[in-house]
């Protein structure tokens, strides 16, 4: 194997690896978002638990106060009942007091009712917020994950930047560009072998002429389909 190709190897190998720690970096703001949305999708359920929970205590206090207007109200028909002398008078109020009467049971029918979806209620709300807490923990310690990786890739990704000037050295200026641009172009496969007569990059036969080329170890061949470079494997 010639030398160049050799080197050109060793830095391939090591811009991958380079490339999939950037990769993963790129997708942590991603799984951050994924995150955020599973908590803020507990957030909501509970909150409308919550806010069921706080329409029917609002509701109850309302029919408590409707039923005692009502009976306020039976108590002044029932004065003026015994105020008046004509009849008329008293069997319009009496009917006004038994119309009354009726709205009273009508809206403790409705407060059972509520009683009754306050109680059905307990056990959902009671299931959310410990969903939300179990849920809230999950993504904290996947948060702290997150973090921990992030710190690590980043240190990862100066270790390989730094050392990758080293990597370069005794490749011709030419080369190394022609290197960066197809691995740049060819995410980021830049040499591939050619084997019984294909090459592993793009899969297309190449000449038999291509095959002795690269036999010949004479210079750096590329792939007349794709460009890349080409090598045999040892």
């Not at 830095?11 to 690896?17: A, E, G, M």
């Not at 410990?130 to 690590?152: D, F, G, P, Q, Y």
């Not at 290197?179 to 294909?198: C, D, M, P």
């Amino acid at each position: 194997m010639l030398p160049s190709v050799e080197k050109l190897l060793i830095l391939q190998d090591r811009d991958q690896k380079l490339r999939a720690v950037l990769t993963e970096l790129a997708a942590l703001p991603g799984e951050k978002a994924a995150r955020d949305r599973e908590l803020k999708a507990a957030d909501v359920r509970l909150e409308a638990a919550r806010e069921r929970q706080k329409e029917i205590e609002i509701e109850r206090k309302k029919l408590e106060v409707d039923v005692k207007a009502k009976q306020d109200q039976i108590s002044r028909y029932k004065n003026q009942q015994l105020e008046t002398r004509k009849n008329e008078e008293f069997s319009a109020l009496r009917h006004e007091i038994e119309m009354a009467e009726k709205s009273i049971v009508e809206i403790e029918d409705r407060e059972l009712l509520l009683m009754e979806d306050a109680e059905s209620l307990k056990p959902s709300l009671q299931a959310a917020q410990e969903a939300h807490i179990a849920e809230k923990r999950k993504v904290e310690t996947h948060m702290a994950s997150l973090i921990s990786r992030k710190e690590n890739l980043e240190t990862r990704q100066k270790e390989l930047e730094s050392e990758r000037p080293t990597f370069t050295e005794g490749i011709e200026e030419d080369l190394l560009d022609r290197y960066n641009r197809l691995f740049k172009s060819k995410n980021g496969i830049a040499l591939v072998t050619v084997e019984h007569g294909v090459c592993a990059g793009c899969n297309m036969q190449v000449t038999h002429q291509t095959i002795l080329e690269v036999r010949g170890e004479k210079g750096i061949i590329g792939c007349p389909q794709c460009g890349r470079i080409l090598y045999e494997p040892q």
